[in-house]
């Protein structure tokens, strides 16, 4: 790993994902989650302090990056709910099948190299009657903005720590046995329409 995907990146990405539009976001999601949580991508901990202690027993965070998990300690230590972290990537979520009650997915979609066996692994290891929480970004609807992000894609990747901003999340998502059962899509206010166009919602194993 290089110093700049070590040491200067988790900054950048702990800064970008804390903008207050995406904090709304974050907000409005979490509040949903109980019981035994699994959240892929925990990164610097944004999400911690919206998780309800009277709902969630614990959350079990996914972080590949030494950086991230650095970066995360403080958000840690002040949790309202236990948390306990690991050092793996969503491909290779290491915990039983149907083990947890909600699996959270904020701002990650886009930068998991194998997004459908990463996706898999939510699946087998959610509960039956549990959902899957998220909110992303990702492929826009506007002819104009989805050809600039295409465009722009190849160098955002390698600045944005591998960051796709074509992704058409509620596709990836039905596509690996899930159901939607209710979601938003518009642009986040403030931010640039290449990277801000949003899904927020929920799904259930289908």
């Known amino acids: 790993m290089s110093f700049y995907e070590n040491r200067i990146l988790p900054h950048l ?15 409005k999601v979490l509040p949903h989650a109980e019981g035994r949580v699994l959240e892929v991508g925990l990164g610097a ?9 009277a709902k969630v027993t614990k959350v079990i965070g996914l972080e590949p990056s030494a950086g991230m ?10 949790s309202p709910v236990p948390v306990e972290l690991i050092g793996l ?23 998991i190299p194998d997004f459908n066996t990463a996706l898999a692994q939510m699946r087998r290891v959610l509960k039956p009657g549990g959902r899957l929480l998220f909110s992303e970004h990702g492929a826009a609807p506007d002819p104009g ?4 992000q295409r465009r722009i894609e190849p160098l955002w990747k390698r600045i944005a720590g591998g960051c796709h901003l074509t992704r058409p999340i509620p596709k990836l998502i039905e ?23 949003n899904y927020r919602g929920f799904a259930s194993i289908r």
Not at 183 to 195: D, F, S, T, V
Request: charged share 20%; glycine share 8%.
């Open 69 to 78: 998990r650095r970066k995360a300690a403080p958000a840690i230590a002040a």
């Open 13 to 27: 990405i702990g800064l970008s994902c804390s903008q207050k539009p995406i904090m709304m976001e974050r907000a």
């Open 89 to 111: 990537p969503g491909e290779e979520i290491p915990l039983d099948d149907d083990s947890v009650d909600t699996v959270v997915l904020t701002y990650t979609l886009c930068t």
């Open 145 to 148: 903005v989805a050809k600039w």
């Open 175 to 197: 596509e690996s046995g899930f159901a939607i059962g209710d979601m938003e899509a518009w642009y986040l206010p403030g931010a640039p329409k290449i990277a801000g166009f």
């Open 45 to 53: 901990g944004p999400n911690l302090p919206l998780y309800n202690p």
